[in-house]
């Protein structure tokens, strides 16, 4: 079975521009939670989508959204980026039950100049 | 967010030799996750555990669910070079947002 995939890998921007980044859970898979990774915060959670709604929601501003799809693909915006910004984007995929286990996919990694 | 208290921040050990790390949290878990992680990727899920007092164990590893609902452990035994990375710890109560350790840092001496 495949595992969870993102694209892309990598990604310069600079500041002021948006970005979408792309999640492809595991097939079967109806759950997709996002995180932003930064050396200083550690895994820090984004969002969480199950069946094209957001089911649980972090403490980011509103530059960040998201979205699902019927497929179970997700996407993540961010509009207006600043330089604190740049950080390794992880999903990760379960089949949505409670404190179902989560699935990561390799990232993005969002360098904003 | 919540973060867990994860020990030690980081690990220097000599090959062949065990590690133990674990987390700690304020509030009762449900479930336990562990995940390993190499730089610039994604981590990978190692252990999952559902149960207070569950033991677990893949290959060298071995993980547990603190009967108080509140920790849980990670001993990797006869440590080998490809263990280097860092290790998180994940806890999810009744809903599905998981709060995760600060990472342990895990370095193997040959």
């Known amino acids: 079975k495949a595992g969870v995939t993102q694209t892309p890998r990598y990604l310069i921007k600079t500041r002021g521009q948006q970005v979408t980044l792309s999640c492809s859970p595991i097939?079967?898979?109806?759950?997709v939670s996002w995180y932003q990774q930064t050396p200083g915060q550690g895994l820090q959670f984004l969002f969480e989508?199950?069946?094209?709604?957001?089911?649980n929601k972090g403490n980011f501003p509103g530059r960040f959204s998201g979205r699902q799809f019927s497929n179970s693909r997700s996407e993540m915006n961010v509009s207006t980026l600043e330089l604190g910004d740049s950080a390794l984007y992880l999903c990760?995929?379960?089949?949505?039950?409670?404190?179902?286990?989560?699935?990561f996919g390799p990232g993005t990694r969002l360098t904003v100049l | 967010g919540q973060q867990l208290n994860q020990s030690p921040q980081s690990m220097f050990i000599q090959e062949g030799e065990d590690v133990s790390m674990n987390c700690t949290s304020s509030?009762?878990?449900?479930?336990w996750l562990w995940y390993k992680q190499d730089p610039g990727e994604g981590p990978v899920l190692l252990i999952a555990?559902?149960?207070?007092?569950e033991l677990t164990s893949n290959g060298r590893l071995t993980a547990q669910f603190g009967i108080t609902r509140k920790d849980s452990f990670l001993n990797i035994s006869a440590s080998i070079p490809s263990d280097v990375g860092i290790y998180f710890c994940?806890?999810?109560?009744?809903?599905?947002?998981?709060?995760f350790g600060t990472g342990t840092s895990l370095t193997v001496i040959p």
């Open positions: 097939s079967g898979h109806r759950s």
């Open positions: 994940a806890g999810a109560n009744t809903g599905n947002q998981f709060y």
């Open positions: 989508y199950f069946s094209e709604t957001q089911r």
């Open positions: 509030s009762i878990f449900n479930t």
């Open positions: 990760a995929s379960s089949f949505g039950q409670f404190a179902d286990t989560q699935y």
């Open positions: 555990l559902y149960k207070a007092g």
